[in-house]
């Protein structure tokens, strides 16, 4: 047995343990562990406190239109999440981090938000004693526009693209690094690489200096992360398909855990994810050389989800490096965000609705012919 995966096994059956039943491991691999079952009751009996270094996570979202696993009703989703806070703080290092994937959602029957996800927020930093290291937008730009009554038959809300990321801490000062995850330069930064920068004071006040035109290499990036979640050929959705399984209806892309497992850890580290589904989050922890513990409630899911660990999907899920940088790359987030605010296929629809579009009204498209 390795030194690492001695580790490993010192977390899952942690000091004081043996008196209450172990939940039974459903699959494990050189680096981490599946579980099947209650994520709190796994967590409240086997995890040791401080001993976790990244918790990396999409809970099921406090949806109206449920997914098959069952969600929570937004106006309950803050108490039902407390307790898992609490074992998220309890098994959290010092300096170690969570993160949520959690996407927003509507009320039911009208045209408005609610508002679950950012008492979700306040809970954790009011309550379970978490600090707001930052707050990320998930775009997704392959997000359809939903829900459709909204969206495309009144034609009243904008499509809802982003989930929010909350990057969580118990010290306002967790490990992380961004010389982890840099992007690569723009083409307005190349050109001003290239022709040199003169220093001068911007108009907001900023003063910057010569350094600012000092090639690093790769950029910083902003706190957006586009990543369509597109995924349709993999050896994973293959494995369902050829096995029968369903495959997981909310599995979140592999580059989103793999950005903060760079950011937020170091190899041999340990991460966790007690909403798992599909287990992406171990298959990249794997991958990386992080070790990691996954639990999850739907045992079919689990059965997808060992797939990720063979050897044949493992060869294609391997890192493409930027060219000559060293840097992770993804051509296919190289997407364009346009100036909003314009009426780009010209054609006006005439009055905006004075009731707010609350009764429906026949909406005319514009003609095949429009410029
Ligand atoms: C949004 S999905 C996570 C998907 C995952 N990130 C992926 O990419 O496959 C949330 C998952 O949490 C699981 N879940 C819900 N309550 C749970 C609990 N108490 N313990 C363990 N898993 C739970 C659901 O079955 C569902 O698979």
Request: hydrophobic residues 35%; positive net charge.
């Amino acid at each position: 047995m390795t030194q690492t995966r001695k580790k490993a096994l010192a977390h899952e059956e942690p000091a004081g343990f043996g008196s209450k039943t172990p939940f039974p491991r459903y699959f494990s691999t050189e680096l981490g562990c599946m579980y099947l079952g209650d994520s709190l009751s796994f967590l409240r009996n086997q995890v040791a406190d401080a001993t976790v270094d990244l918790i990396v996570t999409s809970p099921p979202f406090g949806l109206v239109r449920k997914k098959g696993y069952g969600n929570v009703d937004a106006d309950r989703y803050v108490e039902w999440f407390r307790p898992f806070g609490e074992q998220f703080r309890r098994v959290l290092k010092p300096n170690g981090s969570l993160v949520l994937d959690i996407g927003g959602s509507w009320n039911p029957g009208q045209p408005t938000r609610s508002l679950y996800h950012f008492e979700l927020l306040l809970m954790l930093c009011r309550d379970a004693g978490f600090h707001l290291a930052q707050d990320f937008i998930w775009w997704n730009p392959a997000k359809l526009p939903t829900p459709a009554e909204w969206v495309t038959v009144r034609r009243i809300r904008i499509k809802d693209a982003v989930d929010y990321i909350w990057w969580l801490s118990p010290s306002p000062w967790p490990r992380a690094d961004n010389r982890r995850v840099l992007a690569p330069y723009s083409e307005s930064m190349q050109v001003l690489l290239k022709n040199g920068y003169r220093a001068k004071l911007r108009p907001s006040g900023h003063d910057i200096s010569e350094k600012f035109a000092v090639d690093n290499g790769a950029a910083i990036p902003p706190n957006l992360l586009a990543i369509p979640n597109t995924e349709s050929n993999s050896y994973y959705l293959r494995y369902c398909r050829e096995h029968e399984l369903k495959p997981h209806p909310a599995r979140f892309p592999a580059e989103l855990p793999e950005y903060f497992v760079r950011l937020l850890t170091d190899p041999g580290d340990f991460v966790l994810d007690p909403f798992a589904g599909s287990c992406v989050t171990g298959e990249v922890a794997e991958r990386l050389g992080r070790r990691w513990l996954c639990s999850e409630l739907v045992e079919e899911y689990l059965q997808g989800a060992q797939a990720r660990f063979s050897p044949e999907a493992r060869k294609q899920t391997q890192t493409v490096l930027f060219p000559g940088s060293g840097l992770a790359k993804n051509e296919r987030t190289s997407y364009r965000v346009f100036h909003p605010a314009a009426l780009w296929n010209s054609v006006d629809h005439g009055c905006l609705p004075q009731d707010g579009g609350r009764k429906r009204r026949h909406i005319s498209e514009p003609k095949s012919d429009a410029k």
